[in-house]
Nanobody
Framework: QVQLVESGGGLVQVGGSLRLSCAAS????????MGWFRQAPGKEREFVAA????????YYADSLKGRFTVLRDNAKNTVYLQMNSLKPEDTASYYC?????????????????WGQGTQVTVSS
């Protein structure tokens, strides 16, 4: 079993930055892939980015490339989502997820474990 806890969300102005964290505990998951997703009210869940813990390979939603960066710190069992130049449309609940098969997928169904989410609100 893997437990994931997100943190770092909050209220930020347009153009600002936030860094989300996802701390993992429980079963060793050195070969997992970690993904970030988001969901705004009334909208479907959307893939943001993913990173493979073993080699650091990353995968981003095309629309977010250049503004968002996913990072990992294996020693701390933590992955991060650095979000820059934030826009009102980035307002959503952000979730991290773990894929035990390390597929680096943009599909939510590929992920076995999910955190509870952290809210990001970008004000104009």
């Amino acid at each position: 079993q893997v437990q994931l806890v997100e943190s770092g969300g909050g209220l930020v102005q347009v153009g600002g930055s936030l860094r989300l964290s996802c701390a993992a505990s429980g079963r060793t998951f050195s070969t997992y892939a970690m993904g970030w997703f988001r969901q705004a009210p009334g909208k479907e869940r959307e893939f943001v980015a993913a990173i493979r813990r073993s080699d650091g390979r990353t995968y981003y939603a095309d629309s977010l490339k250049g503004r968002f960066t996913v990072l990992r710190d294996n020693a701390k069992n933590t992955v991060y989502l650095q979000m820059n130049s934030l826009k009102p449309e980035d307002t959503a609940s952000y979730y991290c997820a773990a894929d035990s098969l390390s597929r680096l997928s943009d599909r939510g169904a590929a992920y076995d474990y999910w955190g509870q989410g952290t809210q990001v609100t970008v004000s104009s």
